[in-house]
């Protein structure tokens, strides 16, 4: 059973940062990835960025260098280091994870591929 936990959130000023963890266990896939993703009121999910077992990485175009994924395999966890935080930042933040097939790294961002998510953890980015 695949169980996703993540932490992290909170509320910061317009230009501060925020590192989000995301506690994994019970992946057995040789192949998968693992996502953030991010969900505002009144608007879709959408992706934020992912990694495969590779170390391979998809970002949206949105995080513009101001985010950075990683994982520490040692200790399943997945982070995601958000810097320079805008008030349209502002969001619950999901991580998901997907594995089984091979994809290419221009569906890494698709939600529908992802079977497994946390409960999520929220971002509020705020004056």
């Known amino acids: 059973q695949v169980q996703l936990v993540e932490s992290g959130g909170g509320s910061v000023q317009p230009g501060g940062s925020l590192r989000l963890s995301c506690s994994a266990s019970?992946?057995?896939?040789?192949?998968?990835?693992l996502g953030w993703f991010r969900q505002a009121p009144g608007k879709e999910r959408e992706g934020v960025a992912a990694i495969d077992n590779d170390g391979h990485i998809k970002y949206a175009d949105f995080v513009k260098g101001r985010f950075t994924i990683s994982q520490d395999n040692a200790k399943n966890t997945l982070f995601l280091r958000m810097n320079s935080l805008e008030p349209e930042d502002t969001a619950m933040y999901y991580c998901?994870?997907?594995?089984?097939?091979?994809?290419?790294?221009?569906?890494?961002?698709?939600?529908?591929?992802?079977?497994?998510w946390g409960q999520g953890t929220q971002v509020t980015v705020s004056s």
């Open positions: 998901a994870a997907s594995g089984g097939a091979r994809r290419p790294i221009w569906w890494y961002l698709e939600k529908n591929d992802y079977a497994y």
């Open positions: 019970g992946i057995t896939y040789s192949t998968y990835r």
